[in-house]
């Protein structure tokens, strides 16, 4: 049966959660399958992955959003099942990928999900299902921290922090597609796998100061706190640029990098029709290879969110939906 000729279903699984806590919170409910309205997709999930901002959001309150209960979730791969009115750039039978809008838009741990058409792209042609719900929300970071936020130029050279991450995997691939020299920090124990996806050079932050070895540096992409960021000033050559990925604190960090002569910029990933297109084309050329740590069936999120909090992944985790 294609997927013109399927019937929904009424209701679908998702995973859910009715309190803040450990993984041990998540658990499987049956939700009604939601309804596409204007200019908005349909899409049946076959896989969604999981980013630092999952178990955040399950853990504590504070964040973005309200108290649960809620279904966490951001990134899809799947097929257009239905559209709404407006919609011209996917029928049903499409397979698309994206992202959808952060941060109130979560909800992709479950078997259907409704976004606006613009939150999607067409799905490589070259990755299944796993492997492009890899790429959206971590690879999208990566791509609006280096391209649309600093603009990066070949020759320039790159600092990119916790390069072994989910961000930062996909970032030293998009820095090195555009000519960049990339500098990577991460254990000894990961250098070769980001030498093989493109860095060209490799500290071990648990031996090396980073900031008392560095200088010269034209853009750090820094996913970890307010206080590695104000470190990564000092690598800056003067009007250099940090991108710190993270809200609190970035105040601090903007007026330190005043009075050094360089620049500081606080992100926060978008939806992004655009960017995905442009990640799906890296893709399918293979300058761009999404690295899964782990794939799990959607009912074992709380065994993937448990791993992803040990910080020692590489990659990026994976709940496939069958």
Same mark, same amino acid.
């Given at each position: ?6 019937? =929904? ?15 041990? @919170? ?9 309804? %596409? ?34 279904? =966490? ?16 750039? *996917?029928? %049903? ?15 992709? !741990? ?9 939150? *999607? ?5 070259? =990755? ?7 790429? %959206? ?55 070769? *796998? ?7 050079? @490799? ?6 100061? *980073?900031?008392?070895?560095? /200088? ?17 000033? /000092? ?17 601090? $960090? ?23 297109? !442009? ?9 761009? /290879? %999404?690295? =899964? !740590?782990? $794939? ?27």
């Amino acid at each position: 049966m294609s997927d013109k000729d399927y019937t =929904l279903p009424t209701t679908m699984t998702a995973i859910g959660q009715d309190v803040l806590g450990g993984p041990e @919170v998540l658990h499987e409910v049956k939700v009604p399958v939601p309804q %596409p309205g204007p200019s908005e997709l349909l899409v049946r999930v076959r896989a969604t992955a999981l980013n630092p901002t999952d178990w955040a959001h399950r853990a504590r309150a504070g964040l973005f959003l309200p108290a649960p209960p809620y279904i =966490l979730g951001w990134d899809v791969s799947g097929e257009v099942v239905a559209t709404g009115v407006g919609v011209t750039l *996917f029928e %049903p039978g499409d397979e698309v990928f994206g992202m959808l809008p952060y941060p109130h838009g979560h909800g992709a !741990a479950a078997e259907f999900v409704t976004a606006p058409a613009r939150s *999607f792209a067409r799905k490589p042609a070259n =990755l299944g299902h796993p492997e492009a719900a890899a790429i %959206p929300l971590a690879a999208l970071t990566a791509y609006q921290a280096l391209v649309d936020t600093a603009n990066v130029e070949a020759g320039q050279r790159v600092l990119i922090h916790a390069a072994a991450g989910g961000v930062g995997h996909f970032a030293v691939q998009i820095a090195k597609a555009r000519g960049a020299y990339v500098i990577g920090t991460a254990s000894a124990a990961n250098h070769e *796998f980001l030498r093989s996806i493109g860095a060209d050079e @490799v500290l071990d932050y648990r031996t090396t100061d *980073f900031a008392e070895t560095l /200088r010269d540096i034209d853009i750090v992409i820094d996913p970890i706190d307010a206080d590695h960021a104000l470190r990564s000033l /000092r690598t800056l050559r003067p009007g250099g640029l940090l991108v710190t990925l993270r809200a609190l604190g970035a105040d601090h $960090v903007k007026t330190a990098a005043e009075k050094l002569g360089v620049r500081a910029a606080v992100m926060l990933v978008e939806a992004d029709h655009t960017g995905m297109n !442009a990640l799906r084309e890296l893709a399918e050329t293979g300058a761009l /290879r %999404p690295t =899964l !740590a782990g $794939v799990f069936p959607l009912a074992e999120a709380a065994a993937a969110h448990a791993l992803g909090e040990t910080r020692h992944t590489v990659g990026k985790l994976v709940l496939t939906v069958d």
